[in-house]
């Protein structure tokens, strides 16, 4: 593989990595993308090896990274529903509100059918930081995920 093509693969899997954050873009596919690209390129046991092993990581996050959120949103009573028309509101706020939008629309949609639901201001308020940490929890494994997977990457470029 030649240095630009590794640069090149390098920078897909940041792209990924940068994808875990943005909502929307599937970060561990891009990253899974840029290490596949790198082994059908290497053809060295070691990068099929880094292969196998990023798509096990990153299946297992997957499971993980669905497990953990609906535990605590099952807690706090916070309906599947509400998520869901959280997520539309935040879509509408993007193009409302270019990029801040999203973020404005999801947090306000949320507190506002929780608001709706539950009554009260502080009521609401705690399901909606509760969701947001849930999310945000995911978020985090996602990213935990993947840098495991770039790690191991450039483990085997160095060694290789």
């Not at 193009?95 to 709706?116: A, H, K, N, T």
């Not at 509760?130 to 060694?159: H, K, N, P, Y």
Request: proline share 4%; glycine share 14%.
């Amino acid at each position: 593989m030649s240095a630009w093509q590794l640069v090149a693969a390098g920078l897909v899997m940041l792209l990924g990595l940068l994808g875990v954050l943005v909502p929307g873009i599937p970060g561990p596919l891009i990253v899974w993308a840029g290490v596949m690209w790198w082994t059908l390129s290497e053809k060295s046991g070691l990068a099929w090896v880094v292969l196998m092993s990023a798509t096990a990581v990153l299946l297992l996050n997957q499971v993980v990274k669905w497990l953990l959120p609906a535990r605590d949103l099952r807690a706090v009573g916070t309906p599947y529903r509400a998520l869901f028309l959280a997520g539309v509101a935040g879509i509408v706020g993007f193009f409302v509100i270019p990029v801040i939008g999203g973020l404005l629309g999801s947090v306000g949609g949320l507190y506002l059918l929780e608001r709706i639901r539950l009554g009260s201001h502080g009521d609401a308020w705690a399901s909606t930081r509760t969701a947001l940490r849930a999310i945000g929890l995911s978020v985090l494994v996602e990213l935990f995920a993947c840098l495991l997977v770039v790690g191991a990457w450039t483990g085997a470029v160095v060694a290789g």
